[in-house]
């Protein structure tokens, strides 16, 4: 049972670029979170998507935005990176109303 | 929103020793408090997890305690390994059925001594 699955792994971008990220969640589960963490901090919340629709928003700028797909998978975008940006990524799948999170590996994003 | 304070934020215990990690939050409406362990260059894996109707959960060498009146919540590892080094992360969520995202602690960095 393949558990949640991230990419890609790493990535470079120059600044004011975009870039999008994927992630295809646990089998069986419908909700899907993106996190960003800092080198050593703890995740971020991004934002959740549920049903093809965001349903969660952290506190991040507009230019981070997602999409989730029928088959429940999600992509982030970044629009206009910004050095800050570096991070990595994480994804993290559910059920909702069954709970427990899921993590993927992550994809390194470094912007230079 | 929600706030959870971490500490401390490195612990260097003696291996067979206990360790134990604390954290506060502030959202009273918070009732799904999950631990996560992450290894260098690793995802986040949960240990364990408890919710607000719940005083303390045990699973083997692991144990969450929860006091809501107190808003906080802890870690105890006991029998420490050289294995349970890593960062630990707390967490904390209001819908705790998936419903919302989970709001973390800036970690703890256990380090086990042999």
């Known amino acids: 049972d393949a558990g949640v699955t991230q990419s890609p792994t790493h990535l470079i971008k120059t600044r004011g670029q975009q870039v999008t990220l994927r992630c295809s969640p646990k089998s069986g589960h419908d909700t899907v979170s993106w996190y960003q963490q800092a080198l050593g901090q703890g995740p971020q919340f991004i934002f959740q998507?549920?049903?093809?629709?965001?349903?969660q928003r952290g506190n991040f700028p507009d230019r981070f935005s997602g999409h989730q797909f029928p088959n429940y998978s999600s992509e982030l975008n970044v629009n206009a990176l910004l050095l800050g940006d570096s991070a990595l990524y994480l994804c993290?799948?559910?059920?909702?109303?069954?709970?427990?999170?899921?993590f993927g590996s992550g994809t390194r994003l470094t912007v230079v | 929103g929600e706030n959870v304070e971490q500490h401390p934020s490195t612990l260097s215990v003696q291996e067979g020793d206990s360790a134990v990690i604390k954290c506060t939050y502030s959202d009273s409406a918070s009732n799904y408090f999950p631990w996560y362990k992450q290894e260098l260059g690793k995802r986040p894996q949960l240990i364990i997890d408890i919710r607000s109707n719940v005083g303390e959960k045990k699973d083997q060498r692991i144990a969450v305690t929860l006091n809501k009146t107190a808003k906080h919540f802890s870690l105890h590892i006991t029998e420490t390994q050289p294995e349970d080094s890593a960062v630990y992360f707390c967490?904390?969520?209001?819908?705790?059925?998936?419903?919302?995202?989970?709001?973390f602690g800036k970690g703890t960095h256990l380090i086990i001594q042999p």
């Open positions: 967490a904390a969520s209001v819908a705790g059925g998936g419903a919302d995202g989970l709001t």
């Open positions: 993290a799948s559910t059920r909702t109303g069954v709970g427990g999170y899921t």
């Open positions: 998507y549920y049903e093809e629709e965001e349903r």
